[in-house]
């Protein structure tokens, strides 16, 4: 089983809101991700969680929160957001930051989120 | 920064023909991943390299990776309207903390 979860599947709120996204895997991976993907773009990488530590932050903008409860949980908080930020948001999971060359992510389906 | 550069970045061809998509840098990777995506959804694993000059197949989709491990391609034999979509090669950075770095993707389509 490589799958990944992702709550809500689209998102749609306003600039004063406050939203959150979930995402959710019972592999047994140590590490998770957010990625953040604009039509006909790359993902991008926003956070990456490593045994329930965040140990990057691609210098996101503090109206995105990441939270990570558990080992299989990973939340995305968001508050204040601008119209700029709609895009597809992908939660990602892998053994292990440090699972040496095979290091393979196994991405959910995403949250199209639209911020009106 | 480690970057890769992905070619072409679109390609429409005709079912039956082959085709190959190429994934280059100038910097080494530990590993290389190729994905592919469909509109609205998460990429999907295909495959990973590791080993420089390896070779893997899946059904009709050929992947190497280069033998100083700086490139990749994915080669599509008898290509099908089903192997229609975005896909998307990553290489794991060797420098600083590991994480995935995506070329800008090939969106493929293939005409029946």
């Known amino acids: 089983d490589t799958e990944v979860t992702q709550t809500p599947k689209h998102l749609v709120m306003g600039m004063t809101n406050k939203k959150s996204l979930k995402c959710e895997q019972h592999m047994g991976h140590r590490a998770m991700y957010w990625y953040k993907q604009k039509a006909k773009k790359p993902p991008e990488l926003m956070f990456v969680?490593?045994?329930?530590?965040?140990?990057i932050n691609e210098s996101v903008p503090s109206r995105f929160s990441p939270e990570c409860p558990n080992s299989s949980l990973l939340n995305l908080h968001l508050h204040a957001l601008q119209p700029e930020d709609s895009a597809l948001y992908l939660c990602?999971?892998?053994?292990?930051?440090?699972?040496?060359?095979?290091?393979?992510?196994?991405f959910g389906p995403g949250t199209r989120l639209t911020v009106t | 920064t480690q970057l890769l550069e992905q070619s072409p970045q679109f390609l429409s061809i005709q079912e039956g023909e082959n085709l190959t998509v190429y994934c280059n840098s100038s910097?080494?990777?530990?590993?290389l991943q190729w994905y592919r995506q469909e509109p609205g959804e998460g990429p999907v694993l295909l495959v990973t390299?590791?080993?420089?000059?390896e070779v893997k197949k899946l059904k009709r989709l050929t992947f190497q990776f280069g033998d100083a491990r700086k490139d990749s391609s994915l080669h599509i034999t008898a290509a099908q309207p089903g192997d229609t979509g975005l896909y998307l090669c990553a290489g794991v950075t060797r420098q600083g903390a590991q994480k995935l770095v995506f070329g800008q993707g090939t969106r493929l389509t293939i005409n029946p």
């Open positions: 910097s080494v990777f530990s590993s």
């Open positions: 990602a999971s892998s053994q292990g930051p440090l699972a040496g060359a095979y290091y393979e992510q196994y």
């Open positions: 969680y490593s045994y329930e530590k965040l140990s």
């Open positions: 390299v590791v080993t420089g000059g």
